[in-house]
C-alpha cells in the first residue's frame, strides 16, 4: 500500500511538472513578442525555452520511473499534453477580450495594456499553432501507446 501511494505521489509531482514545461512555452511565445522597444525582456525567451524543454524532459524521466512502463508512460503524458491545448481552444472561443480582462483583474496594466494587446495581436497565429501542436501530439502519444500495447 504505502509503494502504491509513493507511485501515485510521483506520478502526480512528474505529471505536474511535464504540464508546466508544456506551459511554460506559452509565456516564450508571448515575450519573444514583446515589442523591442520595451527591451526589458531580452533574455526572457532563451531561458524561458530551455526551462519548458528541461521540465518536459524531467517529467517525462520521472513519469516513466513512477510507472516502469513505456506504453504506460506515452498514455499518461498523452492525455496531460491534451490538457493545455484544450485550455488553448477554450480561451481562443472565449476571445481576446476575455483574456485581457483577466489580466487586467489580476494585474493593473495601467497604460502597458496597449503593449498588451499588440503582444497578444502579434502571437495568436503562433499561440493557435502551439494549441493545435499540443492536440496533435497529445493524439499521437496516446495512440503510440495503444500500438506498443498491441504488440
Excluded: C
Aim: aromatic share 14%; glycine share 8%; proline share 4%.
Amino acid at each position: 500500500m504505502k509503494y502504491l501511494a509513493k507511485r501515485l505521489v510521483m506520478q502526480w509531482v512528474f505529471g505536474t511538472i511535464y504540464f508546466l514545461g508544456l506551459t511554460f512555452l506559452l509565456p516564450f511565445l508571448l515575450t519573444k513578442n514583446i515589442p523591442t522597444e520595451i527591451g526589458a525582456l531580452q533574455s526572457g525567451p532563451p531561458i524561458l525555452f530551455v526551462t519548458a524543454i528541461f521540465l518536459v524532459f524531467i517529467g517525462f524521466l520521472g513519469m516513466f520511473y513512477a510507472k516502469h512502463d513505456i506504453p504506460e508512460t506515452l498514455s499518461t503524458l498523452g492525455r496531460i499534453t491534451l490538457m493545455p491545448g484544450l485550455i488553448g481552444i477554450i480561451i481562443s472561443l472565449t476571445g481576446k477580450e476575455f483574456v485581457l480582462n483577466l489580466i487586467e483583474k489580476w494585474f493593473n496594466l495601467g497604460q502597458v495594456s496597449v503593449i498588451v494587446t499588440n503582444t497578444l495581436d502579434r502571437a495568436s497565429s503562433q499561440v493557435w499553432i502551439l494549441t493545435l501542436s499540443y492536440i496533435i501530439i497529445g493524439i499521437g502519444l496516446f495512440i503510440w501507446s495503444k500500438k506498443m500495447n498491441s504488440y
